[in-house]
């Protein structure tokens, strides 16, 4: 029997990697919608060679050029935010969220009120709305399956233990480009250098977070979201090589790691075929070639952005939804050269500052409209300091 699935961020880094695995087996999916953003002609070629029934970019000025290269096709196109939505609540049995940023949890949950099964990439959706989306998920019966290399090895080292055993889940960062920097320098680094992963091939946003460790901080509120652990049970460690991605430690002293190359596919691969394994394409290691790998704790100085996800854990309430909007808001200042890449840190940190006065904002119910509010206020307030510079 074919499965239906569909791709929102089919156009980026992880929606490649699954459109991948996807066309090997080709067969055995129906592809319902495709999303992307501006570049048009990947999403029309991707919605052609799949035959979507639909595909959707996220911009309103890029629906004419869409329509043209879909014409004759018999392929539906659309655009915008509502769209985008609209499209994830079609009948899917599977569904990759691999947007970029707090725009993917919309049709995160949209599709997990339709029923279906939830391949979740966009780790901006646990750390901005974690209790949202978890009770969508069980109140619908859906299932969530975590495609971050952390929690897809995470996952894979619970099956068939209990919660109750686990003593902690540690996760490995990579150190990103900065990694070996004095913290001196870190001050001048520049977006190209900020912009390339020693290890992973990944979206230019999540390559500068690894470089940030916004991404490992995202990670850590991702975890605890997700496994419902105690922020205290959650540890960092720095592996350069990114063949670790995490390690679950029971009550009895064992520990379980997770290894494999650093091949996104992998995670992926297990998310679209859970709950079976298949062969999958990436490459077997070789531990004698291997031979040794480094562990080193990582260094709140150089990586501020660690302590403040501790804090965001323990403020809870909206304080993800304004750390990952105020993080999105310096991230495109650092594009935009208007940013260094250190005050990007100090810019999140006076935003959740000033924000956290603001109990009504803080401490608002798990709705989409009060996670848009966080993240609007946090936004304005981001842009307002980044102004003032
Ligand atoms: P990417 O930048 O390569 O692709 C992002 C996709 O989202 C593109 O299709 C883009 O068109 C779309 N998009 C961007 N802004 C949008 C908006 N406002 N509305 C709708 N669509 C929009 O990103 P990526 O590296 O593939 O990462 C996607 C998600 O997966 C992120 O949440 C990232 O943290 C997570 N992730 C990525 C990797 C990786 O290896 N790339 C690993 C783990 C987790
Ligand atoms: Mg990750």
């Not at 290269?69 to 609209?86: C, F, K, R, Y």
């Not at 003593?167 to 490995?172: A, D, H, L, W």
């Not at 670790?244 to 494999?260: E, N, P, Q, R």
Request: charged share 25%.
């Amino acid at each position: 029997m074919t499965r239906r699935l569909s791709i929102f961020g089919s156009t980026g880094s992880i929606g490649l990697s699954t459109i991948d695995l996807i066309e090997r087996d080709r067969d055995a999916y129906e592809v319902v919608a495709l999303s992307g953003g501006h570049n048009v002609a990947r999403l029309a070629q991707q919605a052609k060679s799949l035959n979507a029934e639909i595909a959707v970019t996220a911009h309103s000025e890029n629906l004419p050029a869409l329509r043209d290269a879909l014409a004759g096709t018999g392929i539906e196109a659309a655009a915008g935010e509502a769209a985008i939505e609209e499209a994830a609540r079609r009948p899917a049995d599977w569904v990759m969220s691999a947007i970029v940023g707090a725009a993917g949890l919309p049709p995160g949950l949209a599709a997990l009120e339709e029923g279906a099964c939830l391949a979740l990439a966009n780790k901006e959706s646990l750390v901005t709305a974690g209790p949202l989306i978890m009770g969508t998920a069980a109140k619908h019966g859906s299932r969530i399956l975590p495609v971050d290399s952390e929690h897809s090895a995470v996952f894979q080292g619970l099956v068939g233990e209990d919660m109750e055993a686990v003593e902690r889940i540690i996760i490995t960062a990579s150190g990103g480009a900065f990694r070996d920097w004095p913290i001196e320098k870190l001050a001048e680094a520049t977006l190209d250098q900020a912009s390339s992963h020693p290890n992973w091939d990944m979206g230019q946003r999540i390559t500068i977070d690894s470089a940030s460790m916004f991404n490992k901080a995202l990670e850590l509120i991702e975890t605890k979201e997700f496994f419902g652990v105690d922020p205290s049970q959650i540890e960092v460690i720095v592996h350069p090589q990114s063949l670790i991605h995490a390690l679950v430690g029971f009550k009895d002293g064992g520990l379980m790691a997770h290894v494999g190359p650093p091949d996104m596919r992998h995670a992926i691969g297990y998310a679209l075929n859970w709950p079976e394994r298949k062969t999958l394409p990436v490459e077997r290691l070789d531990l004698a070639a291997v031979a040794s790998m480094e562990f080193r704790a990582p260094d709140e100085r150089r990586w501020p952005a660690l302590r403040l996800a501790r804090e965001v854990m323990e403020a809870g309430g909206m304080a993800g939804a304004v750390f990952n909007a105020a993080k999105e808001c310096a991230l495109d200042g650092f594009i935009a050269h208007q940013v260094g890449f250190l005050r990007m840190s100090d810019v999140v940190e006076q935003v959740l500052t000033d924000l956290s006065v603001d109990r009504g904002l803080m401490s608002a119910a798990f709705t989409l409209d009060n996670v848009r509010a966080a993240d609007d206020t946090a936004r304005r307030r981001a842009r307002e300091i980044i102004a003032g510079d």
